[in-house]
């Protein structure tokens, strides 16, 4: 429907020309009146009309002088002027101004309904060709965006930008988007100090003279909206620290790098470039922690476990690592914990390697790998008993339970009740196999294990006595002496001294 506007100080010529015709079924429809040409131009700012039939004698300002400013202020409507008799002053004045037509009052019905019908045709030509004129303009900004972000400068760029700090983002999915339709779908939520690029198989969002916290909030509505509408999930990132237009080029390239490890994380979360500043990594996937995992199933220990992989997906999303190399890590973890697993339980059924690769490759993003590899390793748990153990085995599985659970409220009575033991025959058996009795056996792994803690330079000893399990920090420094002839805070000492020495 076009959007009529019909401004004159007379009420009957007001409300005969709202009711002369059936406007809408001309594809009209009236947006308002105004009774004066101030009125009249305040209206044409609110309605945006697309036809404004205009008074020329009015009081106060004149039709003519309102259509003059209303021109000059930009307004593109049709203007129509009616006038209550001939003046070919006037008539003279409107074609100068570009009116498209000078109507006499009354208006007469088979004089308006072919005007309107020339000017419906006329509006919807000129519609056309601005809407071909808009693509042909958006389509040509686009491919100079993506020539500038490949790295060749565009002067019109230059001229409309330049002057300008950016914020850039890629948003990217492994399913199909219609990046298009995307575009056109989000208008709404689009402010003037950004621009979508598609590039690829990827959309970009540029940000102009805007903070991180103003960017990532639309990011955020921009996920949810491609989530609720097209039920994809995408993977943001964002080169957090503003660059000016002679960088974006390079800003381009390091939002690239940092594509490489989204798959460290959920769809929910923003990758920032300033997390691509890591530390220098420290291996984690070792025997020790295999072993670890392995006892944690052994004994269906369900929350060690968890604080294991816990502590995996932590890592590799602190140190980053491409996608390839986490997946290639984790095979041949998880087959090194396989193997221990048929090593001391032949009769297990694991699953083949070929089963291994599928489960592996086929996660979408770290998260959803650990959680894959977690349940099929909890399956395995359940046909695991350590407890019900050979007479031959059980001072191993116990010793095992110790190396493992060490800093636990331990006694011979909980793991004879664990292992199904008689107390005072199991003590006898431990006494035997091992030549230490159990508590005895018990402090001295825990002792050990405080040594290694005290050669940590950010240890506390409070902190090692709660983490090898002494309660009591008094009772620690009385066992730790006994065995090592010196107080804790004296080892630490001696092994801080030991540092400094060997790196003089």
Not at 138 to 147: N, V, Y
Not at 362 to 385: F, G, I, P, R, V
Request: net charge positive; proline share 2%; with cysteine.
């Amino acid at each position: 429907m076009l959007k009529v506007l019909i401004i004159d100080d007379e009420p009957l010529i007001r409300e005969g020309l709202c009711s002369i015709i059936e406007w809408e079924q001309f594809g009209y429809t009236i947006v308002g009146t105004a009774k004066n040409g101030n009125e009249g131009l305040k209206n044409i700012q609110l309605f945006q009309p697309d036809v404004v039939f205009v008074d020329i004698k009015m009081p106060g300002l004149n039709g003519i002088e309102m259509v003059r400013k209303a021109k000059e202020a930009g307004i593109k409507a049709k203007f129509i002027v009616l006038s209550g008799y001939s003046n070919f002053t006037y008539a003279q004045e409107s074609i100068r101004l570009g009116m498209e037509s000078y109507l006499l009052k009354p208006v007469d019905e088979e004089e308006l309904i072919p005007l309107i019908q020339k000017i419906k045709e006329k509006c919807f030509n000129e519609k056309s060709v601005d809407l071909q004129l808009n693509q042909y303009e958006k389509i040509k900004e686009q491919h100079e965006w993506k020539e500038l972000l490949y790295g060749n400068m565009k002067e019109n760029l230059w001229n409309n930008y330049g002057n300008k700090s950016f914020l850039m983002a890629s948003i990217l999915s492994e399913d199909f988007i219609d990046w298009e339709h995307v575009e056109t779908s989000i208008k709404r939520i689009m402010t003037s100090d950004s621009r979508l690029v598609k590039m690829d198989s990827q959309l970009l969002v540029l940000f102009f003279n805007q903070s991180v916290k103003s960017a990532v909030g639309f990011l955020d509505k921009l996920r949810i909206f491609i989530k609720d509408k097209l039920s994809v999930g995408v993977k943001i990132q964002i080169i957090d620290n503003a660059v000016n237009f002679r960088n974006l080029s390079s800003a381009y390239n390091q939002l690239v790098k940092l594509q490489n490890y989204s798959y460290n994380f959920h769809n929910n979360v923003i990758l920032y470039s300033s997390m691509l500043d890591r530390k220098k990594e420290k291996p984690l996937l070792t025997d020790q922690l295999g072993n670890a995992i392995f006892r944690a199933l052994e004994f269906d220990d369900n929350q060690q476990l968890e604080n294991y992989f816990k502590e995996i997906k932590e890592y590799y999303q602190t140190y980053l690592f491409r996608k390839e190399r986490i997946r290639a890590d984790w095979l041949d973890f998880i087959k090194s914990v396989y193997r221990k697993m048929k090593s001391n339980y032949p009769y297990l059924k694991l699953e083949s390697n070929e089963k291994l690769v599928e489960v592996i490759y086929q996660a979408e993003d770290l998260e959803t790998l650990l959680q894959l590899t977690k349940e099929m390793l909890m399956a395995k748990s359940c046909q695991l008993n350590s407890f019900v153990s050979t007479s031959e085995n059980t001072i191993d599985k116990i010793v095992q339970y110790i190396e493992q659970y060490h800093y636990r409220d331990l006694s011979l009575k909980i793991i004879a009740e664990l292992f199904k033991y008689n107390r005072s025959y199991l003590g006898k058996k431990f006494k035997n196999c091992t030549g230490e009795y159990f508590h005895v056996y018990l402090d001295k792994v825990r002792l050990d294990k405080a040594k290694q803690l005290l050669k940590q330079p950010d240890m506390k000893v409070y902190q090692v006595s709660e983490k090898v399990g002494y309660s009591n920090i008094d009772y620690f420094y009385k066992k730790f002496k006994k065995y090592n002839g010196m107080s804790p805070k004296e080892y630490q000492k001696e092994q801080r001294n030991k540092e400094i020495t060997v790196h003089l």
